[in-house]
């Protein structure tokens, strides 16, 4: 039997062969069609990477915002004013006290105590 014997040279001049010829058609596709097709499965990961890093992004910036609003909570109830004596006062007209006793319990003056009792007295 006659066999065919294939020497090392030879093969290495085949993967040579093999390997212009590939080089050759990817530089005319990239000639023709300015770029390369990428496969759609590495599409598919940026996307799934993206969409990762995304979300990661959503949850620190909705933890961000979810301090933000706890610290003004804090800050109003910190800086909400304290009722004044002349709030004090319309409060206590409206529940029908009289002149006399807001204008002691507010410190506020008898006149001024009148004036909201006219203003405000009677009740709701």
Request: charged share 25%; glycine share 8%.
């Amino acid at each position: 039997m006659n066999s065919i014997v294939i020497t090392w040279r030879e093969l290495l001049v085949v993967v040579a062969l093999i390997l212009a010829v590939y080089i050759a058609e990817m530089l005319l596709m990239l000639r023709a069609g300015g770029e390369l097709r990428k496969p759609r499965w590495l599409g598919m990961l940026r996307e799934k990477k993206l969409e990762f890093e995304l979300r990661a992004e959503i949850e620190t910036l909705q933890q961000r915002v979810a301090a933000l609003e706890s610290k003004l909570g804090h800050i109003e109830e910190e800086s909400a004013p304290a009722e004044t004596p002349y709030q004090r006062a319309i409060h206590l007209a409206r529940q029908g006290r009289g002149a006399a006793q807001i204008a002691e319990n507010c410190g506020i003056s008898r006149g001024e105590a009148e004036l909201i009792v006219s203003m405000h007295g009677g009740g709701e």
